[in-house]
């Protein structure tokens, strides 16, 4: 569904963006490091913690996301998944009964 592959792209930024945090961390710390001002356990632990609220964040950043598409479609009128679901098996059914009536007009 092309709306899906609009969400994933999105958050494969996001994912993209994480990544790139975490390597800049990576090179703060290590020159932080390499000057004295932290000892490695604690660069370790600083970026250790910050990736940690990253991801946090990019959890619920995620989650609104996903909610605000969900509002936007329905205010759209874009049917849900469950709802194709639910009529394409009334129109099974509805086509059966078709069927059946057609069968007992030929006998």
Request: charged letters at 35%; a negative charge.
């Amino acid at each position: 569904m092309e709306n899906n592959d609009w969400i994933k792209q999105i958050l494969m930024i996001g994912v993209g963006t994480t990544s790139l945090v975490a390597d800049k961390l990576k090179e703060v710390t290590d020159e932080w490091v390499k000057q004295g001002k932290i000892n490695p356990d604690q660069a370790k632990g600083f970026v250790d913690d910050l990736m940690d609220r990253v991801k946090s964040e990019q959890g619920n950043f995620e989650e609104q996301m996903e909610r605000q598409m969900r509002n936007i479609l329905q205010d759209l009128g874009v049917p849900r998944q469950s709802e194709i679901d639910e009529l394409r098996g009334r129109i099974d059914r509805l086509e059966r009964q078709i069927r059946d009536l057609e069968n007992k007009n030929w006998r």
